[in-house]
């Protein structure tokens, strides 16, 4: 059985999400009905069993401090050294639970041990597949301001969208205020849900990107928006769990 290594903690509520997710769908998978198992059947259990997960969770405090500063060498450096720790403990692959770190990926991927599984690429797989080739992308103002999504994208022939820039300002600031505190109001919810919706209307985007891992936490229940809303983390975890049974 091959083990994957996460890098978590870039926020810790994902984290969760990642590992509840990666659960359910390695037994859904391996039950071959499309339905996970009922956890308190221990015959269910035996019978699909469990994958091999490591979670390094990291000092997220720390990694944003040097965003901020700009210091994206140290933030490249600190990730090799923690996704060594990870092939140390006997990950085969690995994967950054966040969106954000993916601004060093090109850089920790060439010095990583182990494989690594990149959200954004996966991201883009996923629109791909969906025929889509104008997107919208939200997430922190890393992220949104960033090479590494349009890079991936336009490699694709798919033009990224972004939102302008009182929206940004508005997205990272709930971002990095509310989400990874772990904070959920139904008023960032609506305006966020009013952004995609100005999004649509004025960028003619035919789905949005939720470039956050934390941004599925608040708009998994927004209601039915006329174009998709993608997530990140359960596009990253589908690509995890064919991997862990490859």
């Known amino acids: 059985m091959k083990t994957v290594g996460i890098i978590g903690g870039i926020g810790p509520e994902s984290t969760i999400e990642y590992y509840r997710f990666i659960i359910d769908g390695y037994r859904e998978r391996k039950s071959g009905t499309g339905v996970p198992p009922v956890d308190n059947h221990a015959q269910d259990a035996r019978a699909t069993g469990y994958p091999s997960i490591i979670i390094n969770s990291i000092d997220l405090t720390q990694l944003i401090a040097w965003m901020n500063a700009n210091e994206l060498d140290k933030v490249a450096e600190y ?28 850089q920790i991927r060439a010095r990583s ?110 209601g039915d928006k006329g174009i998709p809303l993608l997530d990140t983390t359960r596009i990253h975890v589908d690509r995890i769990v064919e991997e862990l049974l490859s």
């Open 79 to 106: 990730l090799v050294q923690e996704i060594d720790r990870l092939a140390r403990a006997g990950a085969d692959f690995g994967a950054l639970a966040s969106n954000t770190p993916h601004v060093v990926f090109d």
């Open 113 to 222: 041990p182990i494989p690594l599984i990149s959200i954004v690429e996966s991201a883009c797989d996923a629109v791909q597949n969906l025929g889509i080739k104008h997107v919208g992308l939200l997430g922190t103002r890393f992220t949104m301001q960033g090479r590494f999504y349009p890079e991936v994208f336009s490699r694709a022939g798919i033009n990224l969208i972004v939102p302008n820039e009182t929206e940004q300002d508005y997205i990272h600031e709930k971002y990095m205020g509310e989400l990874l505190n772990n904070i959920f109001l139904p008023e960032t919810r609506e305006g966020l849900v009013a952004i995609v919706d100005r999004m649509k209307n004025r960028d003619c985007v035919e789905a949005v990107i939720l470039g956050g891992t934390e941004l599925p936490l608040i708009l998994r229940n927004a």
